[in-house]
């Protein structure tokens, strides 16, 4: 390990690799899709991805991600710079996981992601004081009082495309897909799907509204192959079809 601390970008090449050192990645803006030891995650804002020593994991970002990334150093320096946080250090560092972090530890790496962390001096209490936050007492990583539906949304938008399932949006919110369908029909009272299928109609009326694009290209960019579907699931939604939508231009 060259530094402690690193800001990194992630492109759509995917990388896959292991390492004989514990690593911490830290989302600062896009959103990164991560897979350690068979486990499926997405590092955005306020996430961080935690990968033991050895575990194989592979990474990309489809339109681009930013990370700060904290390569762990070996062990003797975890005990002399984490003094009683040490235990709780390794036992974090044991398996991979998706962690949400407090608004104080997210302004704390967004405030070393801007700092001059080739500093051996900033690299090294920076590292401490992270890892340090990550085990206190009163910063367990409990589950957020409410989803992240800003990253939801983006995320949706973003692959509007493509198929998406519960579990993609539940691994975006650190939750299992039965705790992550049940939190979210309480807060949004629709269900995941139903929520997907209405974010992509509006998407759809944006379109309709704001561009010369053909209906059918529309239809596509949003997730329908058969235009006669999305017409009709347009025409549920607003009572308008496609065309009489395009009409309503401002």
């Known amino acids: 390990m060259s530094s402690l601390l690193s800001v990194r970008h992630y492109s759509h090449e995917l990388i896959s690799h292991s390492h004989h050192h514990a690593q911490l990645v830290f989302g600062l803006n896009g959103l990164l899709d991560f897979e350690i030891a068979g486990r499926g995650s997405l590092v955005t804002r306020q996430t961080l991805a935690v990968i033991p020593s050895d575990a194989q994991h592979a990474c990309g970002s489809q339109n681009g991600s930013r990370c700060l990334v904290l390569d762990v150093p070996d062990d003797q320096w975890l005990q002399r710079q984490l003094g009683r946080h040490h235990d709780a250090t390794q036992r974090l560092l044991e398996k991979p996981a998706a962690v949400s972090l407090t608004p104080t530890q997210s302004q704390l790496v967004s405030w070393l992601a801007a700092s001059p962390i080739n500093d051996p ?119 308008l079809t496609p065309r009489a939508l395009r009409l309503r231009r401002e």
Do not use: C, K, W
């Open 121 to 239: 001096v900033i690299a090294q209490q920076g590292a401490a004081l992270l890892l340090a936050s990550l085990t206190h007492p009163h910063s367990a990583q409990q589950e957020p009082s409410h989803l992240p539906l800003a990253a939801l949304d983006a995320h949706i938008d973003q692959h509007a495309a493509h198929p998406l399932q519960v579990r993609d949006l539940a691994r975006l919110a650190g939750l299992s897909a039965a705790r992550f369908h049940v939190r979210f029909l309480n807060e949004t009272g629709l269900t995941p799907m139903d929520y997907v299928r209405s974010r992509r109609l509006q998407l759809a009326r944006q379109l309709l509204q704001g561009s010369n694009l053909a209906i059918g290209e529309i239809a596509a960019r949003v997730g329908y192959s058969s235009q006669s579907a999305f017409s009709a699931a347009l025409t549920r939604q607003f009572g």
